[in-house]
């Protein structure tokens, strides 16, 4: 059923199989955490519970209960859907004013100024309520564990310490956590969250209402506030999580389904409409005819993506309009075959980094695709006194423009970057994936799927395959198309001759995130997992 193109033969990581459940994420400990889960009859909300929590102790630059989340979780008895945003939103006392009376004409990146309500916590509570079987207490024992007794550094972990220590530096709580004695731990080096694990273990005995209502939730607003952030008791008293419908579209007959806004899960829908517009499968499996469509298609959607997506509570956001198949030929006519446009030229129709992405299937068929992050690497860089808890930058994301779609509000959820996904084919899941990457989230989305649907290839191979993102990411400038190395020589000349700017990239990058996926054999039901070499992640099943 599946193929591997001849472009790049070699595996750098098997095809996972397995017969009745799998976890795929970014840390090998985290998923065979929510693989124990599983084996003891646990739901595929029960092993990402499990595996989110491991998560934020070993992969902390990336994730922690000082972040947001968005859950896709199918219910297979039901035959169910459902859509939960677990994002946090700004301080009530969070305005432009604010920032502008402090001298800031532009959001700062790092501080407590950058602190929103953190949501992941409550997601939790929501979903296990809904969705699990297996008690609290027993889901958080494994990162309790390891954040208490210690956890192997990585190679991965060590660069990103030392890459962010001057930051972390500014606070002696994240410095005295991070960088015992002054200095980055190296790989190989067992690392301890002692305040993590004790706020852990308050949570998984005494529930929501201990980071919400009580003395975790207290410790953080003492502490951002002492140190120049906005956050105040009824900040976290307010805080909810929403129930509500993926977004979709149709491609090639399968339903792709994406996390709602604020999320940017939209972004990749827009890019598929528009390159259903276009016979990929007869192009060359990342010829220079695919990889452009899908470059300059990326454009398009992200004029309309930065005009439109910010919290459906505050602005009101056209997604039956933009995801209209009569929307996308409209907008299929920006795009040119033989020449690059400027992304500065594309105007939105009318009517702006660190992450994980984990997912989940259980025996009984149901599913999880879950994105949580902290932001950039480390968030805000400040860990909020004796929690362990490192707090996300997420409200970084605010414009301070008034004019903006983003702008800086009240008890406003900002734009997200965070998205999952989930594909059905034939009204079951045939493929849940997704990957960290900020602005290149939706960017990989679109290569892997155009990877399984158009061209058949396996989910370890989609993951595998040489990988690209376009636009501002990791630093370079906005019209600059960044590719691996492994791609073959003509392919790039041919790019540039049609205008693109390529900057060339490792061979493996980690700039272009780490993606991760399941795959539903739609003949015999069998979980073949994909994770992607470009983290220290694993597919593991049963």
């Not at 033969?9 to 009745?20: E, G, I, N, S, W």
């Not at 996300?392 to 008890?411: A, I, T």
């Not at 690209?468 to 000349?493: C, H, N, T």
């Not at 205008?499 to 990058?509: N, W, Y």
Request: hydrophobic share 35%.
């Amino acid at each position: 059923m599946f193929k591997t193109p001849e472009t790049f033969p070699q595996r750098y990581r098997p095809l996972t199989m397995a017969p009745h459940g799998m976890v795929a994420s970014p840390h090998y400990l985290a998923s065979q955490a929510g693989v124990d889960v599983l084996k003891k009859g646990g739901t595929a909300v029960d092993a990402a519970i499990a595996t989110n929590s491991v998560l934020n102790v070993v992969y902390p630059h990336m994730c922690g209960i000082g972040g947001d989340a968005f859950w896709l979780i199918y219910d297979a008895a039901k035959k169910d859907l459902a859509f939960l945003n677990a994002s946090g939103r700004s301080a009530y006392s969070a305005t432009i004013e604010t920032y502008k009376k402090a001298g800031m004409n532009s959001m700062p990146v790092r501080g407590p100024l950058t602190v929103t309500v953190p949501g992941a916590v409550d997601g939790w509570f929501e979903v296990h309520r809904r969705y699990g079987k297996v008690p609290m207490a027993a889901l958080l024992e494994p990162a309790i564990a390891y954040a208490r007794r210690g956890y192997p550094i990585s190679h991965v972990l060590s660069f990103k310490i030392q890459e962010a220590a001057g930051e972390l530096s500014r606070y002696s709580t994240s410095k005295s956590l991070f960088l015992p004695g002054a200095k980055a731990p190296r790989p190989g080096d067992v690392l301890t969250n002692p305040g993590l694990a004790s706020s852990l273990q308050r949570i998984a005995r005494e529930g929501r209402d201990v980071f919400y209502k009580g003395e975790i939730g207290q410790e953080i607003i003492r502490f951002t506030r002492e140190n120049g952030g906005l956050l105040t008791e009824k900040d976290f008293l307010d805080h909810r999580s929403d129930w509500g419908k993926p977004v979709s579209t149709q491609y090639r007959g399968y339903t792709v389904y994406e996390t709602a806004p604020n999320s940017q899960g939209l972004t990749a829908l827009l890019i598929l409409n528009l390159l259903e517009g276009y016979e990929l499968a007869s192009m060359g499996y990342q010829s220079a005819d695919h990889l452009h469509f899908m470059v300059e298609a990326k454009k398009v959607a992200f004029a309309d993506r930065n005009r439109y997506i910010s919290d459906p509570e505050k602005v009101r956001i056209p997604v039956d309009e933009l995801l209209s198949k009569d929307y996308a030929a409209q907008r299929r006519t920006l795009i040119q075959r033989d020449r690059a446009v400027d992304p500065q030229s594309v105007s939105p129709g009318i009517f702006g980094r660190d992450t994980i992405y984990l997912c989940t299937v259980d025996e009984a068929g149901n599913a999880v695709s879950l994105i949580q992050s902290i932001y950039y690497s480390f968030g805000s860089a400040v860990v909020a006194g004796n929690t362990g808890i490192v707090l996300q930058n997420r409200g970084s994301y605010f414009s301070l423009n008034p004019d903006h779609v983003n702008r800086l509000e009240p008890h406003k959820r900002t734009f997200h970057t965070l998205m999952a996904s989930m594909t059905f084919r034939d009204g079951k899941p045939f493929l849940v994936c997704g990957t960290s990457g900020a602005d290149g989230q939706p960017q990989t989305h679109i290569q892997v799927m155009t990877a399984v649907f158009d061209f058949g290839l396996d989910i370890q191979a989609a993951l595998e395959a040489p990988r690209w993102v376009a636009g501002r990411y990791s630093d370079q400038p906005e019209g600059v198309l960044m590719m691996e190395k492994r791609f073959p020589p003509p392919v790039i000349d041919e790019l540039k001759k049609r205008g693109h700017q390529i900057q060339l990239a490792d061979g493996i990058d980690q700039s272009m995130g780490s993606a991760h996926g399941i795959l539903i054999h739609p003949e015999n039901g069998l979980r073949m997992g994909g994770s992607d070499p470009r983290c220290d992640g694993a597919a593991i099943g049963y």
